[in-house]
């Protein structure tokens, strides 16, 4: 399938995508709604992975570190000191680009399985500090988080959080696709090839680099703290390496560097394992195979192109990554 036709389906996927999000509140149950919910507010962390890992180059496992910083802030934030759940979200955000700055400028100067060990450490790391700190309440987690409200308008309401959400991530698919196509994108796209040529392009390396990670660490934690506004709860098993895993496998099913990649493989690894939950000795089997199927008939995802496939294969082989997933359950 040639680059055009391939985005031309991809816009054609994206407008089915939109129909299903405005036909879904007249037609869906209560639980097709959750689910949807829950693919958005999961595709905007993929969306931001995308953008590191798949137009960077910048092989992270640590999104879950900045997930657990919008998560744990709003909780924290709202629970024990009081503050109003809007101001909360704002101030996880300033922190977690506060602290991709300071961990990044170090963090960033590695390259390869290098970077990957150490975004990998740094997100076993949240975990471990989570599950142990009796700042964030330990294994037991932050429980009746508020709702969030504008107004009269409460989004405690599931149709209304489920707008909210999905609102959240065709923004954060629009900022995206513009920075992907800037001249930033550009200069990410070079430093994915060869850092060392792009320095002689008089691209700063390190200055790029630290802009990708802020942007997707922002993206990461606003998709944190509503996911804990959506539930009214946050603890460790949020963010433990189940989830760092199938961030990866929803950006490899659906495609690296595609539009739509994100939200395809977010409700890949999100829907299957629902659909065979009544075969119970049988999930794990079916969603393997359907995971193979896809690497058979498409080794770069669904929407990938075999020449952008390489940021994923330089990380960990995903039938490794699909066997970490299994472990950690």
Same mark, same amino acid.
């Given at each position: 399938?040639?680059?055009?036709?391939?985005?031309?389906?991809? *816009?054609? /996927?994206?407008?089915?995508?939109?129909?299903?999000?405005?036909?879904?509140?007249?037609?869906?149950?209560?639980?097709?709604?959750?689910?949807?919910?829950?693919?958005?507010?999961?595709?905007?962390?993929?969306?931001?992975?995308?953008?590191?890992?798949?137009?960077?180059?910048? *092989?992270?496992?640590?999104?879950?570190?900045?997930?657990?910083?919008?998560?744990?802030?709003?909780?924290?934030?709202?629970?024990?000191?009081?503050?109003?759940?809007?101001?909360?979200?704002?101030?996880?955000?300033?922190?977690?680009?506060?602290?991709?700055? @300071?961990?990044?400028?170090?963090?960033?100067?590695?390259?390869?399985?290098?970077?990957?060990?150490?975004?990998?450490?740094?997100?076993?790391?949240?975990?471990?500090?989570?599950?142990?700190?009796?700042?964030?309440?330990?294994?037991?987690?932050?429980?009746?988080?508020?709702?969030?409200? @504008?107004?009269?308008?409460?989004?405690?309401?599931?149709?209304?959080?489920?707008?909210?959400?999905?609102?959240?991530?065709?923004?954060?698919?629009?900022?995206?696709?513009?920075? *992907?196509?800037?001249?930033?994108?550009?200069?990410?796209?070079?430093?994915?090839?060869?850092?060392?040529?792009?320095?002689?392009?008089?691209?700063? @390396?390190?200055?790029?680099? &630290?802009?990708?990670?802020?942007?997707?660490?922002?993206?990461?934690?606003?998709?944190?703290?509503?996911? /804990?506004?959506?539930?009214?709860? /946050?603890?460790?098993?949020?963010?433990?390496?189940?989830?760092?895993?199938?961030?990866?496998?929803?950006?490899?099913?659906?495609?690296?560097?595609?539009?739509?990649?994100?939200?395809?493989?977010?409700?890949? /690894?999100? &829907?299957?394992?629902?659909?065979?939950?009544?075969?119970?000795?049988?999930?794990?089997?079916?969603?393997? *195979?359907?995971? &193979?199927?896809?690497?058979?008939?498409?080794?770069?995802?669904?929407?990938?192109?075999?020449?952008?496939?390489?940021?994923?294969?330089?990380?960990?082989?995903?039938?490794?990554?699909?066997?970490?997933?299994?472990?950690?359950?």
């Amino acid at each position: 399938m040639s680059e055009t036709t391939l985005g031309r389906f991809q *816009a054609f /996927v994206l407008a089915g995508i939109v129909l299903i999000c405005l036909l879904a509140p007249a037609f869906g149950t209560r639980l097709v709604i959750y689910n949807l919910t829950i693919i958005a507010l999961y595709a905007t962390v993929v969306i931001s992975l995308n953008l590191l890992l798949g137009i960077a180059g910048q *092989a992270s496992f640590a999104q879950t570190t900045f997930m657990a910083i919008g998560g744990y802030g709003l909780a924290i934030m709202t629970k024990q000191l009081g503050l109003n759940p809007w101001l909360s979200i704002v101030l996880s955000l300033g922190i977690s680009i506060l602290v991709a700055v @300071v961990i990044g400028m170090p963090l960033l100067r590695l390259r390869g399985h290098y970077l990957s060990m150490g975004t990998i450490a740094l997100a076993l790391g949240t975990y471990s500090f989570a599950n142990a700190s009796s700042f964030t309440n330990g294994g037991w987690g932050i429980s009746g988080v508020p709702t969030l409200s @504008v107004g009269t308008v409460s989004f405690r309401n599931p149709l209304n959080f489920y707008i909210l959400a999905w609102v959240i991530c065709f923004v954060s698919l629009a900022a995206f696709y513009l920075l *992907a196509n800037s001249h930033i994108g550009r200069a990410w796209r070079a430093l994915s090839t060869r850092a060392d040529i792009a320095a002689t392009l008089c691209i700063d @390396v390190q200055r790029y680099k &630290l802009m990708v990670l802020v942007i997707a660490a922002s993206m990461a934690s606003l998709s944190g703290s509503f996911y /804990v506004a959506y539930a009214h709860f /946050v603890g460790p098993d949020l963010y433990d390496i189940s989830i760092m895993i199938n961030l990866i496998l929803m950006l490899y099913v659906g495609g690296v560097r595609s539009v739509v990649g994100p939200i395809i493989g977010a409700a890949f /690894v999100i &829907l299957v394992p629902q659909m065979a939950a009544g075969l119970e000795h049988y999930q794990n089997l079916i969603f393997y *195979a359907l995971l &193979l199927a896809v690497i058979l008939v498409k080794p770069s995802g669904l929407f990938g192109k075999a020449t952008e496939a390489r940021g994923i294969d330089s990380m960990i082989p995903l039938w490794l990554m699909a066997r970490l997933r299994t472990r950690s359950r």
